[in-house]
């Protein structure tokens, strides 16, 4: 079974930092993209920044230059860096990936990790 698993969330104070990691598990399978999502109460889920296999990054506007993905294919993981936080960035943050499976492309999500910033 495939599954993607995120950690890394938690509570933080504006100004802060923390990192966020999702592992790809599970067998027969290849990664195309991989990304960070997030969704804050009452509003739809939003794009936080992607990355192509071969490491071609893109963020959202509200985070570049505090933001860095990066993965590493070796380990199936992608990881997000986040610094200097602001309250605004509080969120649920969900990993995402494109799996091949049996041939077949589809997107993938964590199951969700709690981003907190105080201000």
């Known amino acids: 079974q495939v599954r993607l698993v995120e950690s890394g969330g938690g509570l933080v104070q504006a100004g802060g930092s923390l990192r966020l990691s999702c592992v790809a598990s599970?067998?027969?399978?290849?990664?195309?993209?991989m990304g960070w999502y997030r969704q804050s109460p009452g509003k739809q889920r939003d794009m936080v920044a992607t990355?192509?296999?071969?490491?071609?990054?893109n963020y959202a506007d509200s985070v570049k230059g505090r933001f860095t993905i990066s993965r590493d294919n070796t380990k199936n993981t992608v990881v997000l860096q986040m610094n200097s936080l602001k309250p605004e960035d509080t969120a649920v943050y969900y990993c995402?990936?494109?799996?091949?499976?049996?041939?077949?492309?589809?997107?993938?999500w964590g199951q969700g990790t709690q981003v907190t910033v105080s201000s």
């Open positions: 995402n990936a494109d799996l091949i499976v049996d041939r077949s492309l589809r997107p993938y």
């Open positions: 990355i192509t296999s071969r490491g071609i990054a």
């Open positions: 599970g067998s027969g399978f290849s990664i195309n993209a």
